[in-house]
Every structure is written in structure tokens, then in C-alpha cells.
């Protein structure tokens, strides 16, 4: 793993990634985005900017849980979680996530099928 800095709306974060989420991360652009990764851990952030305080913190931002769903976005796709991470500071909003689930995770797992 190792560190990455990544862009948010209202500023920036640094994380670990795994390869994974670094593809997920990487929209092809020469940048970074904290959105499509889905939610880091506090553990994984080192650091955050804030565009409001102007400043680097050397620590992860807040994560602020908005609310458990349980939303049908697509066939197969449900939202299950989303939130913000805020400054530690003044609680502005540094980025934002979402987790996703495959209605039919359980089945594919262990199975390893072709996708069609
Ligand atoms: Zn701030």
C-alpha cells in the first residue's frame, strides 16, 4: 500500500490504498478523487485539507455517518451507507462517500465465473 492524495470537494486527503481502490480513484484525469473509492477507514487517512481553514491537519478528517440505507440504485446495486468527511476543525465537508453492495454478492462468492 501507499499513500495517495486525494481530491474532495471542499479539499483534500491523504490514504493509503490499496491497488484496488486506486484504480477506482483514478478517473483518468492526472488527479485523484475520494469519491468513488467508497469509505475509508480513519486508519487508512493520515492527513486532510480544508479549502475553508486553508490548512493541512496532520490527522484523518472526521467521518460523519449521514445514514444507512438500504436504497435500490440499480438492478443488483444497493446503497447501503453514505457520509461526509468534515474538517476536524470547522466541520466543513472535505469529501464524500458512498458504499455499494451487489444484491448477489453472497451467491458469486467463491465462484469464479466470467462475467457476460
Ligand atoms: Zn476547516
Known amino acids: 500500500m501507499s499513500e495517495h492524495k486525494l481530491q474532495?470537494?471542499?479539499?483534500?486527503?491523504?490514504?493509503?490504498?490499496?491497488?484496488?481502490?486506486?484504480?477506482?480513484?483514478?478517473?483518468?484525469?492526472?488527479?485523484?478523487?475520494?469519491a468513488p473509492i467508497g469509505?475509508?477507514?480513519?486508519?487508512?487517512?493520515?492527513?486532510?485539507?480544508?479549502?475553508?481553514?486553508?490548512?493541512e491537519f496532520n490527522n484523518p478528517p472526521k467521518i460523519n455517518l449521514e445514514e444507512n440505507t438500504n436504497e435500490q440504485v440499480a438492478d443488483n446495486?444497493?446503497?447501503?451507507?453514505?457520509g461526509q468527511y468534515t474538517c476536524e476543525k470547522c466541520g466543513s465537508i472535505i469529501g464524500e462517500y458512498r458504499v455499494f453492495k451487489k444484491n448477489d454478492e453472497s451467491e458469486e462468492a467463491g465462484k469464479a465465473k466470467p462475467q457476460s
Request: hydrophobic share 35%; proline share 0%; glycine share 10%.
Open 77 to 82: 446495486l444497493v446503497l447501503v451507507e453514505r
Open 8 to 34: 474532495g470537494s471542499g479539499g483534500y486527503v491523504f490514504a493509503s490504498l490499496t491497488d484496488e481502490q486506486l484504480k477506482k480513484a483514478d478517473l483518468g484525469v492526472g488527479k485523484l478523487f475520494l
Open 39 to 55: 469509505k475509508l477507514e480513519s486508519d487508512k487517512m493520515s492527513k486532510h485539507y480544508c479549502n475553508n481553514c486553508e490548512t
